[in-house]
């Protein structure tokens, strides 16, 4: 078992900054895979950025080049540093890992609201 706490949200004018985090505890040496997703009022969930246990990153469209995923394994937490924030990326951010197992755990999630 692997739980997940989000924690950094809140509410920032566009073109602002942002910085969550996401701390997992328990089963954290079968954790591979660790990803933001988001989910916006009315919309499905997507995905937004995935960094492996080796360090690869992968960034949806959208959020290239202004968003930022990262993993301290020392501290078993990820990162999302988000700039330039636009209005369209206000949503609730949900964190998720995946094991070696293949078990995916998500976290309670956190509102990221941006005002035009």
């Known amino acids: 078992q692997v739980r997940l706490v989000e924690s950094g949200g809140g509410l920032v004018q566009a073109g602002g900054s942002l910085r969550l985090s996401c701390a997992a505890s328990?089963?954290?040496?079968?954790?591979?895979?660790m990803a933001w997703y988001r989910q916006a009022p009315g919309k499905a969930r997507e995905w937004v950025a995935t960094v492996t246990s080796s360090g690869s990153r992968n960034y949806a469209d959208s959020v290239k080049g202004r968003f930022t995923i990262s993993r301290d394994n020392a501290k078993s937490t990820v990162y999302l540093q988000m700039n330039s924030l636009k209005p369209e990326d206000s949503a609730v951010y949900y964190c998720?890992?995946?094991?070696?197992?293949?078990?995916?755990?998500w976290g309670q999630g956190t509102q990221v609201t941006v005002s035009s």
């Open positions: 328990g089963s954290i040496f079968s954790i591979e895979i």
């Open positions: 998720k890992c995946r094991t070696t197992e293949y078990y995916d755990y």
